[in-house]
């Protein structure tokens, strides 16, 4: 053998004992993504940690888009095992996991969850309809004569004289938040329908523009990922108002109270069965291709779709996770047990 040969056969040798280092350089279940999330998975990981079935997993709060470029960056153990997500994985972000190797990744839709617009319990009481919203924060609205012009919105009650008569100020999720994907999805858009019908007809991409375009004039206040945070700031001024997860708002009943929207109170009834519209499912997305090489990852997933977890009188649905039905659950956990990988075809 020459001394080239040498060099590639040492090489070789190197980087397998690399790659060997690099899948024992951690013995600990690392989770990103979504603050909704957050809450329901930090619960398993706990209970996982108590069972004895390995190290409780390291769980991040870094929103649904953040940890989506996360999970999607690469296979091995310098990169999340999972990550949780308010909404469901976007073809673009499915895309960007095939590209870089992350080609088997597992769905868990873990139930639902409602989109609630909160306010301290001594604030007034809001019932709120979408259109409402739009008006109170989209960045353009319709003028006098009909044409879009900056929100020229500054309290509740300029918007309809029924509303209070307090200053506009919500404090809200970050563009990089499932959350705000999510309320832009179903109240932004539907809201803008009616008020905007004939740009949508004109104009389709003008129409998107608007009610994907929060207004920056200090109404909308950015609250970053930490939704409990927006809890102890409702609760320290009376008259803002925050968006978040049902969770929270149950975790926070003594505390603030949900507005209705459309008529309909924010509870777990009215998601259950549909009534309450603004209402969302919850993922977590894992990696197949690192179960076998992070210890415990595999139980750490069973854990997750267990009947004690996820059964309708689960430890998460006392949290505030509102179950998947029945029929439902049992499709879930049959696809996450055989660790059946998402397809591109999945109607992402």
């Known amino acids: 053998m020459n001394f080239r040969s040498l060099v590639s056969v040492a090489a070789l040798t190197l980087a397998g004992v690399a790659a060997a280092g690099a899948a024992q350089a951690r013995d600990q279940i690392r989770i990103v993504g979504s603050s909704t999330v957050y809450p329901f998975t930090t619960a398993v990981a706990e209970q996982f940690g108590r069972s004895g079935a390995g190290k409780a997993p390291v769980v991040e709060s870094t929103g649904t888009g ?36 992350v080609a088997d990744i597992i769905e868990l839709k873990v139930g639902f969850d409602g989109l609630t617009v909160a306010n301290s319990k001594s604030g007034p009481d809001f019932n709120l309809s979408k259109e409402q ?20 919105y500054k309290n509740w009650s300029d918007i309809d004289k029924a509303l209070p008569n307090e200053k506009i100020e919500v404090l809200g999720p970050p563009p990089t938040s499932g959350t705000r994907d999510s309320f832009l999805e179903l109240v932004m858009e539907p809201g803008a329908e009616k008020i905007l019908a004939d740009l949508k007809k004109s104009d389709a991409k003008a129409f998107a523009a608007a009610w994907k375009t929060i ?15 927006i809890v102890q700031k409702l609760d320290a001024n009376p008259k803002a108002v925050g968006i978040f997860g049902y969770s929270f708002l149950e975790e926070n009943a003594a ?10 109170t924010p509870d777990f009834d009215t998601i259950a069965d549909g009534k309450y519209s ?43 996770l509102v179950p998947l039905p029945a029929d439902q659950l049992t499709q879930v956990r049959a696809d996450v047990e055989a660790q059946k990988p998402l397809s591109a075809d999945a109607g992402l």
Do not use: W
């Open 215 to 229: 207004r920056e004039d200090g109404a909308y206040i950015d609250a970053g990922e930490n939704d409990n945070l």
């Open 255 to 264: 505390k603030i109270k949900g507005a209705k929207i459309d008529g309909v």
């Open 133 to 152: 919203l739009f008006l109170a924060l989209a960045k353009e609205v319709p003028g006098a004569d009909g044409k879009l012009v900056a929100n020229p």
């Open 66 to 101: 953040g940890g989506m470029k996360l999970f999607c960056a690469g296979v091995g153990t310098d990169h999340p095992d999972a990550t949780n997500a308010s909404r469901r994985i976007k073809k673009s972000e499915f895309d960007d996991c095939q590209k870089n190797g």
């Open 278 to 320: 603004v209402s969302r499912p919850l993922f977590v997305y894992f990696k197949k291709q690192h179960i076998g090489v992070v210890p415990g990852l595999d139980k750490f997933i069973g854990e997750y779709v267990s009947e004690k977890a996820l059964g309708e009188d689960g430890y998460l649905s006392r949290k505030g």
